[in-house]
């Protein structure tokens, strides 16, 4: 049975644009965070690693930083972009680990578990203050 992919579509109504080729990430593994019915762990967040939530995902059981080579999985460090299960980035927001998000890259099957307003308070740019 096949699962045609989602229409790659961001959270912010526009085309869907790349999380990552190094490492390559995304359900698909084509580098951007496209989503289907086969992809049960909704891998739609657009997530840029930072230090605390390495060591978060660590401690709940998602080790996303040691390297599995026989997984083709090179290990993630700060600073890389990765496509994340949705439901862990909310448990992370929740417990004040959350990764940065670049909603560009954020697929908007995200919202079916995330509400905007805390991608929004993730966002890249959100550093910027009330200028």
Not at 73 to 78: D, N, R, S, T, Y
Request: with cysteine; proline share 6%; charged share 20%.
């Amino acid at each position: 049975m096949s699962h045609p992919k989602a229409p790659s579509i961001n959270v912010l109504g526009q085309p869907l644009q790349s999380c990552s080729t190094d490492p390559m990430t995304g359900f698909f593994r084509t580098g951007c965070c496209d989503t289907s019915d086969a992809d049960a762990g909704s891998h739609t967040v657009c997530a840029v690693m930072t230090a605390e939530f390495l060591a978060f995902s660590k401690y709940v059981g998602n080790d996303l930083s040691t390297p599995r080579p026989e997984y083709g999985f090179v290990g993630l460090k700060e600073g890389d972009q990765w496509c994340l299960c949705a439901g862990r980035f909310l448990q992370a927001h929740e417990d004040h680990a959350a990764p940065k998000v670049n909603l560009a890259a954020t697929h908007m099957k995200a919202l079916d578990i995330v509400p905007l307003q805390i991608l929004e308070e993730h966002a890249l740019d959100h550093e910027k203050g009330d200028e």
